[in-house]
């Protein structure tokens, strides 16, 4: 009778104090309102109910986080619950700072192991190499335990220090590291450097907090070594603060120049924002690299860059994402990332690919119908579309891996044969210079004898659902003797494919092996060798009429490919 009670008393404080908040943001009691008071009372009565009577004890907690959880995946993916437990880890992703110790780490058999330590941070001054095995942090064994459980042992005030015993390939014995841990801030310009000539290279990987200062510290650099073009590269970069995003096409353009304007049900979030800040530079030439893991802010700088016609997009089609979170602050240090607005660019087109408002029965998601694509005009007349991510101006689709290759990855294999590589070398030539060489891949083969690895090939698969139709079609019993003859000549034949895509396995290879003896920045540039839309790219600004036809809407090759 007290539970009773006492439940009572709490479900009409917490109604009370929902119908308070509704009327101060909305001055009347509207239906609306009715109705989500009245499921609210009938989900705190459901949520009394089964913790009362269900057969076994529950966890209040997780059930409720579930309960969340499920309700905000029915709006879309980018509204989300952060309980307090999680906002160091949603303060990464927005500042890029954190308290640790400055290393990539990945799980493997058993452990986790240390993947990449980042240059001139705790994990690389104490001298941890990748390959390196934790098997236990400040004596507390972790095997068996995930990478993020790891992680979180790793985190934790700067200037605290954490002991590690560590196994270390090519030593009999563990090694014990002390590591002073540091406030981490990784900068959003993981590498700029010179290309070719007079052509400069950006890559951003992230919109942190300080991303246009970075990129605006890129250029000034890059000009001061007398580069005239820049190619910018947003492949891979999900996104993130949209004011970074703001900031960073503000790098290019004049003040006072619209870069993009939000509208939501809410007024509040009706804005307007422009370029405000000194700019750097409003002439140089600009080709932006995207692909199709280019969202958000990513989509943001590239599409309102297009939409003023100050630099050339070329890739692939973006990803599609024309929404804007803002964080609420919650009860007990919880926080609500919620969609609140749409983003329009210069041109006045949304670029969002999926309709989250209009879901099918089945709960699916369907893109923007090609009925309901809007044509519009850049600043020089040029045509662009709305609902789909931004086209580039120039479609340039990225290389993927062969199955082998994307096995080697997957299985570690490249990864731990660099380690081996690095017991064996004590220093190797920089980037530009380093060759590995034919005898290095025999050697990696030989490497290769005794692992397990496998994978399946695209024509494989293909065979496999022919085969499914032809006996769905009745066409299979009769020429089974055809089918088997094909699953024969199409079986790999793993030392065949090696040899096959020996080049493609050789640049993995120097990628990994780079990034011991030279960090992030070595990886980057053993890429940026082997990259044929870099290539591209730089062609693109030597031939300067071309360039500056595709801005002005004259060059016939860009324009049929923007039109496909």
Known sequence: MIFKNISKKIKILFISIFIISSTISFVAFTDNDFEITKNLDIYFTLFKEVNIFYVDDIDPAKLIKTSI???????????????ESKIEDYKFMTTGQYGGIGAMIRKQDDYVVISEPYENFPAQKAGLKAGDIIISVDGNNIKGKTTSQVSDKLKGQPNTELKLEIKRPGLDKNINVSVMREEIKLSSVPYYGIVSDSVGYIRLSRFTRDAGKDVKQALNSLKSKNVKSIIFDLRGNPGGLLIEAVKIVNVFVPNGENVVSTKGKVSQWDKEYKAMFQTVDTKIPLVLLVNRSSASASEIVSG???????????????????LVQTTRKLSYNAQLKVTTAKYYIPSGRCIQALDYSNRRKDGSVGKVPDSLITKFKTKNGRVVYDGGGILPDILKES????PIAFSLVIKNLIFDYATQYVLKHDSVLPPEKFVFSDKDFNDFTKFLSDKDFDYETNSANE???????AKKDKYYK??????????VKLAH???????????????????????????????I????LKD??????????NDTTKYNAILAGTCKDAEHKLEK
């Open 69 to 83: 959880d499920a309700m905000l995946k029915s709006l879309d993916p980018y509204t989300n619950f952060i309980p």
């Open 525 to 528: 540039q053993a890429m940026l």
């Open 478 to 487: 009769g020429n089974e003797a055809v089918f088997d003859s094909l699953k």
């Open 532 to 541: 044929p839309i870099i290539d591209d790219a730089v062609k693109l600004l």
């Open 463 to 469: 065979l496999d659902e022919l085969i499914k139709a």
């Open 493 to 523: 034949d793993k030392n065949k494919d090696l040899q096959n895509f020996k080049d493609e396995i050789k640049e993995l290879l120097t990628e990994e092996i780079m990034s011991r003896y030279y960090y992030q920045d070595g990886r």
């Open 304 to 322: 309102a860059l297009q939409d003023l016609d100050r630099g050339v997009v070329m890739g692939e089609r973006s990803f599609g994402k024309g």
């Open 399 to 402: 290389e993927s891996y062969s």
